[in-house]
């Protein structure tokens, strides 16, 4: 029988031997664009923070750093594995951390995309623009959801992937479908594992927001672009590096996304 489970998130310290960032790429990213883009200070919230690396990095790099995720495991970890940034449970979809206490915020790796309907996006930049400072940053990288037009060699088939960590080898089995009414990717990843534990299943799903989308509701939020676009950052092929300009174009598989709050839209 197969468990329904949420194996990654569940284990941290899995998560991250899945999906290793040994030079800190995504929280070097991150600082790149807080500077490049005039983050008036040193306040940063890391909403879906995870497992605490990239916060931990902002931290080392001189910022005042709160990380807030929903999931207790990922914070428990967090805590004890990357010290120094305060953390915090809170749920992207509204939260509250303060008025006006923070110079930007910080939304990597599709958390945002767990807002899966306008009322949770609205939520979301409701609460972005409700803790920022006026100029204040909003920095955002996630998968593209223009991507996936007409690109169905992508959907229901089966990909499988494999790592070992501590001795124990997995295997996951990925299928990845459109549910174009709902504007959702959805997927469903079995894992296997060699150390006679039982299959595990994970559901999971994002919104898939369109870059014109995306200005559009920004703007109605008070937020103006100052980039968007398919890279290169931290989960492009090749990755992003020191001194790489960001592209004009929205074509791949990951959009990046810089808006500032302007001054007028303080409620």
């Known amino acids: 029988m197969t468990a329904t489970t949420n194996l990654l998130t569940d284990n941290p310290a899995l998560y991250e031997a899945r999906f290793p960032d040994p030079g800190r790429t995504a929280g070097r990213w991150t600082e790149d664009c807080l500077r490049r883009y005039g983050a008036p200070g040193l306040r940063v919230l890391d909403i879906g923070c995870g497992t605490g690396r990239d916060a931990a990095h902002l931290h080392r790099s001189g910022r005042t750093v ?3 995720d929903l999931s207790d495991a990922m914070l428990a970890y ?3 594995q990357y010290p120094g940034p305060h953390y915090i449970r809170a749920d992207l979809h509204g939260f509250d951390a303060g008025e006006r206490a923070f110079d930007a915020v910080v939304c990597l790796d ?8 306008n009322d949770q996006l609205d939520g979301f930049l409701t609460s972005c623009r409700r803790s920022l400072a006026p100029g204040g940053l909003l920095v955002a990288e996630m998968r593209n959801g223009s991507f ?3 690109r169905t060699d992508l959907l229901d088939t089966p990909a499988v992937n494999g790592f070992t960590w501590q001795g124990t080898a997995y295997r996951s089995t990925t299928t990845l479908s459109v549910d174009r009414t709902a504007q959702l990717l959805r997927r469903s990843r079995v894992w296997t594992a060699d150390d006679g534990s039982p299959p595990a299943e994970q559901r999971s799903a994002w919104r898939l927001l369109f870059p014109q989308e995306l200005r559009h509701v920004l703007a109605a939020h008070g937020f103006e672009v100052l980039a968007l676009h398919d890279g290169p950052g931290p989960r492009t092929e ?3 590096q020191e001194g790489d300009l ?3 174009t929205a074509d791949g598989d990951r959009l990046h996304l810089v808006a500032r709050l302007t001054p007028a839209s303080r409620p």
């Open 238 to 240: 090749p990755p992003w």
């Open 246 to 248: 960001p592209t004009g």
């Open 148 to 150: 996936f037009l007409g």
């Open 110 to 117: 599709s958390a945002l995309l767990y807002c899966h309907t």
């Open 66 to 68: 709160t990380g807030a």
């Open 78 to 80: 967090a805590r004890v």
